[in-house]
């Protein structure tokens, strides 16, 4: 977990930074004044603040009421370090949006304590907001599945094709299980789109096919701007899953490993279930050939390194794809 300390006397960021340091799984992050914290706050959401109050410029109140104003930072618990006469100051601060208080000099197993029990409520709000998350993707994804019924058990198969990646790419735990979530958010943006569209069973005409190419930008209006993990990463996911390695792919024309990685994993997860699936305007792919055209596509439409923990697992992929095939499409 990450604490953000704030504080203009270099003895006094050494002296927290080893506090903080000495915690199980924190990181500090250190910061000079108010202006540095709060762009460091614009780009990046700390789980817990510490701030000294007396400092040139910009003091720990309005440092503390600039903070209260991001919309990412609002819940985030924030500790003013002030001296022990300041009562009107801790009142103040109490009421600008301070969590929490220490007194100069700061006394090191108070310190510890006091940071440890509110990293513990960080730690609880995040595990009830993403509960909260993980049961709202579940329910847009589903939304998503019944707009397009005929693609049959696609998005659970390619979820597990994604986790399957992140795992042989060593992501770790947290992160296959976020994947395997959010995977199905991918065409979340196709609800947008118009059933005469979605639905046609045959060749989109060019301008067809340009509506089509919105889904994503739309998706990611949908998930846009959360704080949560599980959701920017959906939103990665929606937005980035038909951008291509060398720059050719779309909305964006983004290149390389300017696409997030986590879109890069379900582009290849997402191709090679609609290659080796049946639909009502194609047939499905024999693997082999499925797997030929993705190497073909190596650095142009994959990320190389990407399709190589593909294909790494392939043993566990081939049993999801026979474990969750499709039924049969009736005949015309």
């Known amino acids: 977990m990450t604490v953000l300390i704030v504080d203009d006397n270099p003895a006094n960021l050494m002296v927290l930074r080893h506090l903080v340091g000495r915690i199980d799984h924190c ?10 914290a709060l762009a460091w706050c614009r780009e990046n959401t700390p789980d817990l603040i510490l701030t000294d109050y007396m400092m040139p410029g910009m003091d720990g109140l309005a440092l503390i009421q600039a903070l209260r104003a991001m919309p990412h930072i609002h819940d985030i618990p924030i500790i003013m370090v002030t001296t022990s006469d300041m009562k009107g100051v801790r009142q103040s601060a109490l009421e600008g949006g301070s969590t929490d208080f220490l007194t ?106 340009d509506i089509m190419k919105t889904h994503p930008t739309r998706g990611a209006e949908f998930l846009q701007d959360s704080e949560l993990p599980l959701l920017r990463m959906a939103y990665d996911i929606a937005l980035g899953h038909h951008e291509k390695f060398d720059g050719s792919g779309y909305p964006l024309g983004l290149r390389g490993e300017a696409i997030p990685l986590a879109a890069r994993i379900v582009a290849v997860a997402d191709v090679f279930d609609a290659l080796t699936s049946a639909r009502p305007y194609k047939a499905a792919w024999e693997v082999d050939r499925a797997l030929d055209f993705m190497e073909s596509q190596r650095g142009l439409h994959f990320d190389p390194v990407v399709l190589d923990a593909f294909m790494a697992s392939l043993e566990q992929v081939l049993d999801i794809h026979t474990r969750l095939r499709d039924e049969p499409l009736p005949r015309a």
């Open 27 to 36: 990181e500090p992050i250190t910061m000079p004044d108010a202006p540095a």
């Open 104 to 209: 100069k000099p700061v006394d090191p197993p108070e310190t510890r304590a006091r940071i440890q029990n509110l990293l513990k409520l960080r730690r609880a709000q995040r595990q009830l907001r993403e509960v909260a998350a993980q049961d709202l993707v579940i329910r847009l994804s589903h939304i998503a599945e019944s707009r397009d019924p005929e693609t049959g058990r696609h998005i659970e198969r390619m979820a597990y094709y994604a986790r399957i990646i992140a795992s042989s790419l060593h992501l770790g735990p947290e992160i296959e299980e976020r994947i395997f979530l959010a995977a199905p958010m991918h065409d979340i943006g196709k609800v947008a789109i118009p059933d005469h569209i979605l639905l046609k069973p045959g060749k989109l005409t060019p301008e067809e096919f």
